[in-house]
């Protein structure tokens, strides 16, 4: 039993790569999952970018954006509407708060405030948190003068014809009362002060579905074409890569046949992903065909690209299979596949920059969330960033499995 | 044919091939003849263009492998040491993925590659995978994957390791076969026999070199050996003792003493006198002839085992 032991521990050491990548591999993905989601919740670390925009132009107004700029959870950029909307319409910015003409005339007269939150339709489920920081400074601050004008509005109606010295008097009794009776400034919040909320361009599907539908895809993607990038290692080992480079077969056209494969069994493989989440989720995909096709043939050719580029640096399959586990689920987390990028802190989501997984999912929310067309600079800018990905990644593994092809036979 | 002129190579600092040459003519089976780590498979990857010599010059056809590999990939054939076929496929289809690799396509690989499986005997086996085949059936296939592109040249790595000898034997007629329609042979073995059988000369090689070459009766003149005389001991012999008395090679593996003698009349009751003297009780005493198994012995000091 002790031989046994002995000799597997000594299989264990012989294979350094492999073993380091085993114990290395958890504490390595415990730090990327902590830094990633630790920082949830603390306000400091995960800012909101939020642009503002100042139509009115009012002492009011300009109160009530300075309110915002206390708050720590949100980054605050002043910008004219218009280019704000684009802005967010491209997904730069999260959402534009606009104060329209007329902002402090209406809480003077009690009016239904002109104001409005049109946030990226891909930023939906974030919106969610953004309001309660919005409505919280905006309430406080705009919420408090309108009372004290509610109350003297009050006041003077119904005790007029009093001294002042009377009506001061009447005045805290009906704050008092006021205050006492939540129901009517409630209602002045509900109705009054409501903040008229919307997506910048129409939603079509829930952005719920696109990031799990993408994500998901992504990361499992990864893993298929990882294992295909490992069948050069299996040919490598039953000699059947010897017999190919006897072949009048150059390297390059060896390698370029493995990346067709590659490709085309991941654009087939999302095809079929994302059909089926159109069929049991709903999520329409024929009039965005032409994009939804370009960004998977995209994806297909960076994610292939890295499976060939992980079967290029490592010398088995076993050590293949502890890096990938490794670079997967590090991407996968940090590029927004598992949870929404959002929920990270700021750095951590701009270290997702260099996932592939971000890209990918990102340009999902350009076409499904966002509407922006095929042709839509933002949109290729994603598709651009993919090729770009698999053009160094390949270029990478190709010169790297050139230079082991000697070692392969 | 094949023209190999002073190549070398070196992995790192361990130079595994120092300086071989030889010349095949067209038509010719030509045997490699060495133990593991001699230097063989080295000299058929670089026959095979798996990589090129760091010095030296090899010619196939006329045509330098630094210059013309893709033409000279064309002509030749390659049998690798290992069984390098797509297991869950079946035969069928690794003789037409193969096949296709060197450009024979459409009605004329279907027809070569029924060829090859009924010459090779296992046609009506064709549509099983290769993993639910024997051993010496795999070694079968691996050779008729070679043959599809009817190659002039075939380099034969060790073709029979770990088959049957039903499978070998057949293996074996399949290359003379190959060799008597005029097909130039490479084969590397390190069995004695399977070199005598087939290859009518023989380079032998050894720590990276041909330490002799030609048919086995010029070896034989060379290595000045006539008779093996093999002693099997009830217990293990001093090899050092015995060469020193006798004052001829003398090689013990385990309880048995093979000694080379250019006279076995001669020098036989000297040998069992010695045996004797030293306390070496006898169990059975063989006289051969010379053959590549006493030549090589003769030549490296060392013996060839599987």
Known sequence: MFQILRKELKALVKDRRAMMLGLLMPIILISVFSLAFGGMGKESDNKTDLLVSDEDNSTTSKNVLQGLDSVKALAITRMPSDSAIDFVKKGKFSAVLILHKGFSDSVKNLRHLPWELKYDAAQSIQMQMMMQYIASSLFGNVGKTMTERMVMKRTQSQFAGMDSMTQLIAMAQVKKSMESNSGAIDDMQKNVMKIQSSPVEKQQDNAGIVQAVAGTAVMMLMFSLTAMGGRLLEEKENGTLKRLLCSPLTTGGILSGKMMASISFAVIQLLIMFSFSSTVFGLVLVPKLAAVLLLIIATAFACSSFGMFLAAIVKSRDQLQSLSTLAILSMSVIGGSMVPSFLMPSWMQSVGHVSINYWSIQGFFDIFQRQLPITDPVFLEKVGVLILFGLVLSTAAFRLFRKNVMSMA | ?306
């Open chain 2, 1 to 306: 044919m094949i023209k190999v002129e002073n190549i070398t190579k070196s992995y790192g600092k361990t130079q595994a091939v120092k300086g071989i040459s030889f010349s095949i003519p067209t038509g010719e089976c030509y045997g490699l003849l060495g133990p593991n780590g001699a230097g063989k498979s080295t000299t058929i990857n670089m026959l095979s263009m798996l990589f090129q010599p760091d010095s030296g010059q090899i010619t196939i056809n006329g045509m330098d492998i630094r210059t013309s590999t893709a033409d000279i990939k064309r002509i030749l054939g390659v049998v690798p040491q290992e069984i390098a076929l797509y297991e869950k496929f079946t035969a069928w289809d690794n003789l037409l993925f193969w096949g296709g690799i060197y450009g024979v396509s459409g009605k004329e690989l279907h027809t070569k590659a029924e060829e090859l499986l009924k010459w090779v005997g296992l046609f009506d086996r064709r549509k099983d995978a290769v993993k639910d085949y024997s051993g010496g059936m795999k070694r079968r296939v691996n050779m008729a994957c070679s043959l599809l592109h009817s190659p002039k040249v075939l380099l034969l790595d060790e073709p029979t390791v770990g088959v049957d000898p039903q499978s070998r034997n057949l293996i074996f007629e399949l290359i003379h076969q190959l060799n008597k329609d005029g097909m130039t042979i490479i084969y590397t073995t390190h069995y004695m026999e399977e070199a005598e059988k087939l290859c009518r000369r023989v380079g032998i090689i050894d720590s990276g070199l041909i330490i002799a070459q030609g048919t086995l009766d010029e070896l034989k003149l060379q290595s000045k050996v006539n008779d093996m005389i093999v002693i099997d001991c009830a217990h293990t012999p001093d090899e050092k003792f015995l060469a020193g008395k006798l004052g001829i090679d003398v090689s013990v593996h385990e309880n048995t003493a093979t000694i080379l003698s250019s006279d076995s009349k001669k020098d036989l009751s000297k040998i069992v006198n010695t045996c004797t003297e030293a306390g070496y009780e006898i169990n059975r005493i063989d006289i051969q002839k010379a053959n590549l198994e006493s030549v090589f012995l003769k030549m490296t000091g060392k013996q060839l085992r599987d």
